[in-house]
């Protein structure tokens, strides 16, 4: 069971545009939101993260919006560039505590980007 | 460069073998987890350690087991390696404990296994 379901699969942008990538979760014991960039050949990098306590969260051109009633968030790539080429992921976690943490990701499939000049 | 180092950057084996992957995590961090992706499955959580101790485990295989060494390096050992196995096996670390319920994950730069 896909408990983070990710659209679109593929995303096509030209340079300068913006790029809309959507996740929605149904576990609401969720409450830890990030989203990873993934270069070829390169493991997932931290991008930018959110918790459910805020609507919006803005680091530069990126900018996460975050929906609790709907429960989904997408990530919105202003200007985007041929370098923001990579694929996505977003993630959700949960807090399992039992003396240290557990904050396990559970991962969306991926959004393949390319931004064409 | 995330601070996450694995060893080795491919592995080429056959079916039925098994194979050991190592991971150093960041200096001072005490988590360490694994994850396997595949291009059908994307990435799965596999297991957890945190200062040793195994914290928390997911869709991980009977075959496949891991351990985090005092050190606090971590290795995951691949058994009866089957066809399904090949993979990219990344390994993240993070500090470990976080107030307000989140504590940053760095990846490695992963493990291409390839199963002939």
């Known amino acids: 069971q896909q408990q983070v379901k990710q659209s679109p699969q593929s995303l096509i942008v030209q340079k300068g545009g913006i790029s809309i990538i959507n996740c929605a979760y149904e576990?609401?014991?969720?409450?830890?939101f990030p989203w990873y960039q993934q270069f070829p050949g390169k493991g997932p990098a931290l991008l930018i993260a959110?918790?459910?306590?805020?609507s919006e969260k803005k680091e530069g051109r990126f900018t996460i919006s975050f929906n609790k009633s709907a429960k989904q968030f997408s990530l919105h790539i202003m200007d985007s560039q041929p370098g923001d080429s990579a694929t996505y992921f977003c993630a959700a976690s949960s807090p399992q505590y039992s003396g240290a943490g557990s904050y396990q990701l559970t991962f969306g499939k991926g959004t393949k980007l390319s931004v064409i000049p | 460069d995330s601070g996450v180092t694995q060893t080795p950057k491919h592995l080429i084996t056959a079916t039925g073998q098994r194979v050991t992957l190592r991971c150093s995590p960041r200096?001072?961090?005490?988590?360490v987890y694994w994850y396997q992706q595949s291009l059908d499955q994307g990435l799965q959580f596999l297991i957890q350690y945190y200062n040793g101790e195994e914290r928390a485990k997911g869709n991980i295989l009977e075959r496949f087991s891991a351990q985090q060494f005092p050190d606090l390096h971590s290795e995951l050992n691949l058994s009866s390696l089957e066809l399904g196995d090949s993979a990219l096996y990344f390994c993240?670390?993070?500090?470990?404990?976080?107030?307000?319920?989140?504590?940053?994950?760095?990846f490695g730069p992963g493990t291409r296994l390839t199963v002939l």
């Open positions: 993240a670390s993070s500090f470990g404990w976080a107030s307000g319920g989140s504590d940053t994950q760095y």
């Open positions: 959110i918790r459910p306590d805020v």
């Open positions: 576990n609401t014991a969720f409450d830890y």
């Open positions: 200096s001072g961090d005490l988590s």
